[in-house]
């Protein structure tokens, strides 16, 4: 995954939130579809998830993680 430093991202999961897309991951695996993995991103890719999440986040007044996958 890509990570840039300095401005918030899904990368950055506080430890509930890593349990969590650990826990969709492993799910995901149980129902056969492990033909996905978290997704590689670009830089552009990771901001624009990034300003989704803080879109979303504002519009909803909560807190909003967003999470990738692609196909293996």
């Known amino acids: 995954m890509c990570h840039r430093s300095g401005k918030p991202s899904a990368m950055d ?5 890593k349990a969590a897309a650990d826990k969709m991951e492993q799910a ?4 056969d ?3 996905y ?7 552009s890719a990771v901001d624009a998830l990034s300003d989704a999440e803080q879109r979303l986040s504002r519009e909803l007044g909560r807190d909003i993680v ?3 996958y692609e196909a293996r």
Request: charged residues 20%.
């Open 13 to 17: 999961l506080p430890p509930s939130c």
């Open 33 to 35: 579809l492990a033909s």
């Open 37 to 43: 993995k978290a997704a590689q991103l670009t830089g």
């Open 28 to 31: 995901l695996r149980e129902e």
């Open 66 to 68: 967003l999470v990738a």
